[in-house]
């Protein structure tokens, strides 16, 4: 069993940077794959980053690459999504997940969410 929360959050101007954090429970963070997902008010939700239970594969969304950056440090059960010249675009309510396996961007393979955390970009 793993719990997910998310934090980090918040409203920034377009161009503007913000750090998202996503710390797990339970002793086994380290066999998870994680992932971020996003969905914006009227649309499916869909991925955004993921990355291997060991760090060293990541995939990204095409929107975001060059962007963002997925990361995570299993000592501390935490993944992190640092965004970077945010747009009005990326508004929407971001997602952690977990999934036991190797990392993937389907939201339907990952068993574990976390609550979300709301990114509003302004124009």
């Known amino acids: 069993q793993v719990q997910l929360v998310e934090s980090g959050g918040g409203l920034v101007q377009a161009g503007g940077s913000l750090r998202l954090s996503c710390v797990a429970s339970?002793?086994?963070?380290?066999?998870?794959?994680m992932g971020w997902f996003r969905q914006a008010p009227g649309k499916e939700r869909e991925f955004v980053a993921a990355?291997?239970?060991?760090?060293?594969?990541?995939n990204y969304a095409d929107s975001v690459k060059g962007r963002f950056t997925i990361s995570r440090d299993n000592a501390k059960n935490t993944v992190t999504l640092q965004m970077n010249s945010l747009q009005p675009e990326d508004t929407a309510v971001y997602y952690c997940?977990?999934?036991?396996?190797?990392?993937?961007?389907?939201?339907?393979?990952?068993?574990?969410w976390g609550q979300g955390t709301q990114v509003t970009v302004s124009s």
């Open positions: 339970g002793r086994t963070f380290s066999r998870y794959a």
């Open positions: 990355i291997h239970w060991s760090g060293g594969i990541t």
């Open positions: 997940a977990a999934h036991y396996g190797s990392s993937s961007t389907k939201d339907f393979e990952y068993g574990y």
